[in-house]
């Protein structure tokens, strides 16, 4: 039974988001860590008694409110207490250095700050005084009612690292929360029997999966705490004792469950859809993954922080589109998982380099228009109309500037190519390293990679691949370049690691990379870096 089935109405905004699913089903199980357990009237109330203390400590509609907590049932719990009052809620890596935490509390200058880490570790972080209040998140107030506000208005700000290093928050409202909320339930028939896993911390967007669209449709959370996500075997041992039905987390997620999860010796048939997104998933890796959970459909989904999703690519019996059938053992020999096509209510344009629209097939920038887009950054107004406004030749349609390029086939169908932030230029060629990562992933010896650019007397192109492969691995992978690239793009060098750096959500670190890459070379007159922006 569908959302549209639960209630006749559907929410404008989020403060009563638990309230409307409360009333209805307020002994249905709603979130757990695996150990605390709480129904839908349990976690309404517990969201009403914490938002209740941060009124009573000030907070107002509109204040920005920091949620610096590990991903748990508490975690959960404080987010809705903040939209609950109207606030902004404002959630922040629990395991991000001090001095990052502290940009971005000083960037969002919360008046409230929902933290289990204790007032003096947060002044030592913040370097404020008097700074924000900290409130315990197991504080308990008088309990408030719903704010009545604009669904217009803020409701939560999600920091990323810009390209110059500095964060930059990302500011949803209300309305584009829901309405990416209520695509996300129609495309994945989310209803109140499903168990979303939830694998990605707050202040990673791919968790407003299930922080909105799971009480929209009334489906439980399960949330996989950091303790338990460092042991794939733990993860799958709660996956299948909670009987999760939907799993939505980065590809590296994906990989290391089914490659050191003991899938084998569990039973996770209740697992119906396995969604991914945030970087490509090599091919050989998918189909195990397929391999390893048949039961499940397989998802790509993308879409920028800005627009939450914008497009998705069902795959069907190991398949990457109706006429390109993969080898259930090796994946593709040349092919990547497209992104798909727009899903409701959302338009999509491809760019040249003039800025001029491409019609029918062809490779450029893409352009989203959707009512799941930003308001803007927070305090940016400079970076926003960089990346968002109208254009002439639409109407009156806002569209976001992704920065990603993209390939429409004949049929419709985008696929993914690279960033343009991405983008290089060596010895006057210009080179996409996501779209040589791409061919680089096809290889099954290659688990993770990273192309960058060494630059010294004669520049050159590195790929950095784990794990260390042997001389007839790197001979195939070199071949498969060589067929697949022109002559500049090939990577001068192919470099075997143990591992390569990943972020706190599972996605190659490309700075961490490089300084890998720097620290084993250890010569002078070598640079590694990202590579800069072109024109």
């Not at 907590?69 to 809620?89: I, N, T």
């Not at 506000?149 to 500095?166: E, H, N, Q």
């Amino acid at each position: 039974m569908g959302v549209g089935n639960e209630t006749p109405s559907a929410p404008d905004v989020m403060s009563g988001l638990l309230d409307r699913i409360a009333d209805r089903r307020p002994l249905h199980e709603a979130l757990t860590d695996g150990r605390v357990r709480l129904d839908w009237s349990t976690y309404r109330d517990r969201a009403a008694a914490l938002a209740g203390a941060l009124r009573e400590r000030g907070v107002r509609p509109g204040d920005r409110v920091a949620v610096h907590l590990p991903k748990s049932v508490d975690s959960f719990v404080a987010a809705h207490a903040v939209v609950r009052l109207g606030a902004v809620m404002v959630p922040v890596d629990w395991f991000a250095p001090p001095a990052y935490v502290g940009e971005v509390i000083g960037d969002a200058e919360p008046v409230a700050i929902v933290s289990a880490a204790g007032e003096e570790r947060l002044r030592e972080i913040t370097g404020a005084s008097p700074g924000p209040v900290v409130v315990d998140p197991h504080t308990e107030g008088s309990p408030a009612s719903p704010a009545d506000i604009d669904p217009a208005s803020p409701a939560y700000i999600v920091y990323t690292s810009g390209s110059t290093g500095r964060p930059k928050g990302i500011v949803h409202t209300h309305s584009s929360a829901l309405a990416y909320a209520r695509k996300a339930v129609a495309t994945y028939g989310i209803n109140s029997a499903d168990r979303l896993v939830n694998i990605a911390p707050l202040h990673f967007d791919q968790s407003t999966f299930e922080l909105w669209a799971a009480p929209l449709a009334g489906a439980a959370v399960v949330v996989v705490p950091d303790g338990v996500l460092r042991f794939p075997a733990s993860v799958s041992d709660l996956v299948a004792g909670e009987k999760a039905t939907v799993w939505y987390s980065v590809p590296f997620a994906i990989t290391q469950l089914v490659t050191r999860g003991a899938v084998d010796d569990r039973d996770l048939t209740s697992l119906r859809w396995v969604l991914f997104g945030g970087e490509s998933f090599p091919p050989a890796s998918l189909a195990a993954a397929q391999r390893a959970l048949p039961h499940a459909r397989f998802s790509n989904v993308y879409g920028p922080a800005e627009v939450n999703q914008c497009t998705f690519h069902h795959l069907d019996q190991l398949s990457y589109g109706d006429d390109q059938p993969i080898d259930p053992d090796t994946g593709p020999a040349d092919s990547v998982v497209p992104i798909g096509r727009p899903w409701a209510d959302t338009e999509a344009l491809l760019v040249d380099a003039a800025d001029q629209v491409i019609d029918g097939a062809g490779d450029g920038e893409l352009l989203v228009s959707s009512d799941t887009m930003m308001e803007g950054y927070w305090r940016r107004p400079e970076l926003t109309a960089a990346s968002i406004g109208t254009r002439s030749d639409t109407g009156t349609r806002r569209w976001y500037r992704t920065g990603d390029l993209v390939r429409r086939r004949d049929d419709g169908t985008l696929v993914f190519l690279g960033r343009t932030d991405h983008q290089t230029k060596l010895r006057g060629y210009r080179i996409e390293l996501e779209a040589i990562e791409s061919v680089v992933a096809e290889s099954p010896e290659v688990a993770a990679c990273a192309v960058l650019v060494e630059r010294g007397r004669d520049d050159r192109l590195v790929a950095l691949v784990a794990p260390t492969l042997d001389e007839e691995a790197r001979a195939s992978l070199l071949g498969l370049l060589r067929r697949r690239l022109p002559s500049y793009a090939v990577p001068a060098e192919i470099l075997g690691v143990e591992s390569l750096p990943r972020s706190g959500v599972g996605k190659v670190d490309r700075t961490a990379a490089a300084a890998l890459l720097a620290e084993i070379r250890g010569e002078a007159g070598h640079t590694v870096a990202a590579p800069k922006p072109v024109g």
